[in-house]
């Protein structure tokens, strides 16, 4: 969903760009995890929790971050993302 946000929004060498970082961004950071010896399940359901919450902030307008008055934005992105990966840790990991 994000990737098609990007592509809409984006023209020429920067779309393709924008579009490469986000195809690799999970295997980028699974493959950091494991080089510092993290588990990827950990890595995996924090991106997932990132994505998800950026797609619900921003109402699947990555473009909205970057406009005047988004701090508010930003705020409630790193907060719901702390409350998503907090809630997929519990149900992916049991303690």
Do not use: K
């Not at 970082?21 to 295997?27: E, I, N, Q, W, Y």
């Not at 980028?28 to 995996?44: D, K, Y």
């Not at 790193?78 to 998503?84: G, I, N, P, R, Y």
């Amino acid at each position: 969903m994000i990737a098609v946000g990007l592509r809409r929004g984006l023209a020429g060498t920067a779309r393709r760009a924008a579009l490469l970082a986000h195809g690799l961004t999970l295997p980028g950071l699974v493959l950091g995890a494991s080089m510092a010896g993290f588990g990827a399940l950990h890595v995996t359901v924090a991106a997932a929790a990132q994505w998800w919450a950026l797609a619900a902030v921003t109402g699947l307008r990555p473009e909205r971050l970057t406009q005047q008055g988004a701090l508010p934005r930003l705020a409630a992105w790193l907060a719901l993302t702390l409350v998503a990966a907090l809630a997929g840790t519990a149900l992916v990991l049991p303690p």
